[in-house]
């Protein structure tokens, strides 16, 4: 098999469809034979990802998708979780939702600290107005079961 390719898939930002990125990301993480545990992990973070663009990307009631991108190394497993919403300041929201009593920074910012604990790398780029990508890799360090 050649190293790398990209599984792609798109679905509307609603959280009923948070479970298709899950079970997506649960089988390619199976078939590169990440452990149990890895691949737990790895549902996690992208369920919390793929919440936070439900919850928090796209306002007023606007349509919008969740874009997730799973490119498979002979090493390593890397997920974009992206969307096309309202963009935030990283900092400026994990400050917030240490300072205030403000619920939605609160969760946006521990959601996005619970995805950075549970990868090997995560990265968030977010621009005002244009969207967020969460980039988040894990490392397969050990056999699982097939």
Do not use: H, W
């Amino acid at each position: 098999m050649d190293y790398p390719f990209t599984v792609k898939l798109s679905l509307p930002a609603i959280d009923s469809y948070v479970a298709v990125a899950r079970l997506t990301v649960s089988g390619i993480a199976s078939r590169m034979n990440f452990s149990i545990e890895d691949i737990e992990d790895i549902k996690v973070a992208v369920s919390e990802a793929c919440t936070n663009v439900v919850l928090y990307a796209y306002k007023d009631g606007q349509d919008g998708a969740v874009e997730m991108n799973c490119t498979i190394y002979a090493d390593q497993l890397e997920i974009e979780i992206k969307d096309t919403g309202s963009g935030f300041d990283v900092n400026e929201v994990k400050a917030r939702g240490l300072k205030e009593a403000d619920e939605e920074a609160t969760n946006l910012g521990l959601g996005l600290a619970f995805v950075e604990s549970l990868m090997d790398e995560c990265e968030v780029n977010t621009v005002a107005g244009k969207g967020t990508t969460v980039r988040m890799v894990k490392q397969l360090t050990s056999i699982g079961v097939v």
